[in-house]
């Protein structure tokens, strides 16, 4: 491996009951990216929160080593101002501000103890330029889509001196344009000098963007594989997170009984007050008794919002439509 920017040694973390990592270590080379892979609950995100100080020196144990000091971080605030920036699959922005007001949100450009407005609108065209975002910076956020705004949170991150880049699940909400976008960014930050760690479960993904991997499995460090040396492939990784040979990844669906229709929405439709916008519009759907229906879509599709206008409705939803329950 190449000189280390960052090294993790014996780190373990506890909740009650749970011990969520144990003697996890984690070595990233400076310039690489740097793949994190393990199954829901192998402790990737854990980790990561370890890292950026949202777990603070003294509720883990073990050392976090960065560009070759020992770092004790006791906040988010900290890690940022060593260079790491972390951005999580939910966005942390702010929909009714503008972009050029989220990219410098906690850390204004003052002058005169007042914020300098000017400068912050030309140093968040330059962000934007250097993620190859090209939208008006006094955009609202909640007008753009989800693809940008993951930009305008990486913008966020180098409008911070970011040395290293952490991305929790980044293109998981993201169609493949925006995923292809995405990746070409951390390529071209990588050439910038710019670290990153990417924790994904799209495999061929990692295959395709990743200098190393690491898989994590039940809280521990299983192995870290190098991709330059043909060590990586959608098997191995495979094979590394779940313990064992898996033949047949997609087995065979057994048939089950289903029943008369229970639930039927028709031409269901939502308005959410907050937003001031109409959030689901003519959806139609069956439910039949002894049947899984799944709801796909990417994050804003409105799934979330679907589920919770049928149930109870608790963000007061304007609804309108028809909802029959068995019969």
């Known amino acids: 491996m190449a000189t280390p920017i960052l090294e993790m040694r014996n780190i373990t973390k506890e909740f009650p009951g749970v011990k969520a990592l144990s003697n996890v270590s984690f070595a990233v080379a400076e310039g690489e990216i740097h793949c994190l892979v393990g199954e829901n609950g192998a402790g990737k995100s854990t980790l990561m929160k370890v890292l950026s100080g949202v777990y603070p020196f003294g509720q883990y144990s073990g050392e976090i080593i960065f560009n070759g000091k020992e770092q004790r971080f006791h906040g988010i605030h900290d890690s940022e101002g060593a260079g790491i920036a972390i951005i999580y699959q939910e966005l942390a922005l702010i929909p009714e501000l503008s972009v050029y007001e989220n990219i ?29 975002l090209d939208v008006n910076p006094a955009t609202h956020v909640k007008d753009l889509g989800v693809g940008k705004q993951q930009l305008i949170e990486i913008a966020k991150a180098m409008s911070k001196n970011v040395k290293l880049l952490i991305l929790d699940e980044p293109t998981a909400a993201l169609n493949d344009d925006d995923s292809e976008n995405l990746l070409n960014l951390l390529r071209d930050l990588k050439k910038h000098g710019v670290t990153c760690i990417m924790i994904s479960h799209k495999l061929k993904e990692v295959i395709e963007i990743a200098d190393t991997v690491t898989v994590l499995r039940d809280g521990q460090t299983i192995c870290t594989l190098d991709a330059h040396k043909g060590e990586v492939s959608e098997a191995v990784l495979i094979k590394n997170m779940v313990g064992r040979e898996i033949n047949n990844i997609y087995p065979e669906r057994k048939k089950r009984q289903i029943g008369e229709v229970v639930l039927e ?9 907050v937003v001031g916008r109409s959030i689901l519009k003519d959806v139609d759907f069956k439910v039949r008794k002894g049947e899984i229906v799944g709801l796909a879509g990417l994050m804003g599709a409105g799934r979330t919002e679907l589920a919770l206008s049928l149930f109870g409705n608790p963000d007061n939803y304007r609804v309108k439509g028809e909802l029959f329950i068995n019969g």
Do not use: C, F
Not at 107 to 132: F, P, Y
Not at 265 to 273: D, H, L, Q, T
């Open 104 to 132: 410098y949100l906690g850390h204004e450009i003052q002058k005169n103890g007042l914020v300098d407005w000017n400068e912050t609108i030309r140093n968040a065209t330059e962000m934007l330029k250097k993620v190859r």
């Open 265 to 273: 929405v028709k031409s269901w439709g939502a308005y959410n007050p």
